[in-house]
């Protein structure tokens, strides 16, 4: 009989959850970029936090995502910012399946 996609499709996942453990229990660099990234989303929702709170007592927002990808790009020393952060979110992303 064969196999459902369902099937196949959680044989993937479970396969994906198995690589980043052994890959995280193994490496140290990618324990500590796991870490940060976990920083860069708290920080992340701080700011929008922030921003939402400001909007509801002010009546105009404070920053807007786009607002601060801007601004961090129009310094030489924002873009390098920018970039790390978004290398951490993507790390965040990657490493979210595995909880």
Do not use: C, Q, W
């Amino acid at each position: 009989m064969p196999k459902k996609k369902h099937d196949i499709e959680e044989e993937v996942v479970e396969e994906y959850k198995d690589f980043l453990e052994k890959l995280y229990d193994r490496s140290k660099i990618y324990r500590n970029l796991v870490f940060m990234s976990r920083v860069a989303r708290m920080i992340f929702y701080l700011i929008l936090g922030v921003s939402i709170i400001f909007v509801v007592l002010s009546g105009k927002p404070l920053v807007t995502t786009e607002k601060i990808i801007y601004t961090l790009s129009s310094h030489p020393v924002g873009k390098i910012l920018a970039v790390i952060f978004g290398f951490l979110l993507i790390i965040y992303g990657i490493e979210k399946p595995r909880g």
